[in-house]
């Protein structure tokens, strides 16, 4: 595998600077242009927070692992609500599907501003779970990351587990 670098704004770094300030950078990328929305940056909390939807997208190739977006039902409302551009009540298919396709953005995002790798990292198709009784336990051996924001008064956080 080869070493990877990360950009930021035209400035590479290596991963070893840490991968959130990549990921804290594409998902405010996403949100300012899918959902014309300004995040507030917040501290993840601990223990993590209880997710109504969580959206994972795997990678796979020179960049291993998942990458999970996190929100509450409140959230997924509002971004399903921006995204078509009409107010929108129902938890349903529709809801599933915007918060699977940030996810899937923010994936996308994250991975072009990697170095070397665009086409050297596969995205899945995202997976949706929804509900209030869940837990999403990570099996990947490595590095673990966690952004969180504020979106509209509620919680959005985005998790990275890398494969070492």
């Known amino acids: 595998m080869r070493t990877l670098t990360r950009r930021n704004g035209g400035k590479s770094a290596s991963p070893e600077t840490g991968w959130a300030p990549l990921l804290e950078i594409a998902i405010l990328d996403v949100f300012d242009v899918m959902l014309g929305a300004k995040l507030r940056t917040a501290i993840p909390p601990d223990p993590p927070l209880a997710a109504d939807f969580t959206s994972m997208v795997g990678l796979a190739g020179d960049l291993c692992g998942v990458l999970s977006f996190h929100c509450r039902a409140?959230?997924?409302l509002q971004i399903t609500s921006r995204m078509l551009g009409m107010p929108v009540t129902a938890l349903d298919e529709t809801v599933r599907d915007?918060?699977?396709?940030?996810?899937?953005?923010?994936?996308?995002?994250?991975?072009?501003?990697?170095?070397?790798?665009?086409?050297?990292?596969?995205?899945?198709?995202?997976?949706?779970?929804?509900?209030?009784?869940?837990?999403?336990?990570s099996i990947v051996d490595g590095e673990r990351v966690e952004v969180a924001f504020v979106f509209d008064g509620?919680?959005?956080?985005?998790?990275?587990?890398?494969?070492?």
């Not at 509620?154 to 070492?164: A, G, H, K, M, Q």
């Open 154 to 164: 509620e919680p959005v956080w985005v998790t990275l587990d890398l494969n070492n």
């Open 98 to 137: 915007a918060i699977g396709e940030i996810c899937n953005v923010v994936a996308g995002n994250f991975k072009a501003k990697v170095a070397g790798i665009v086409n050297e990292c596969m995205l899945s198709v995202p997976s949706v779970i929804s509900g209030a009784d869940y837990r999403l336990y």
């Open 74 to 76: 409140a959230s997924a």
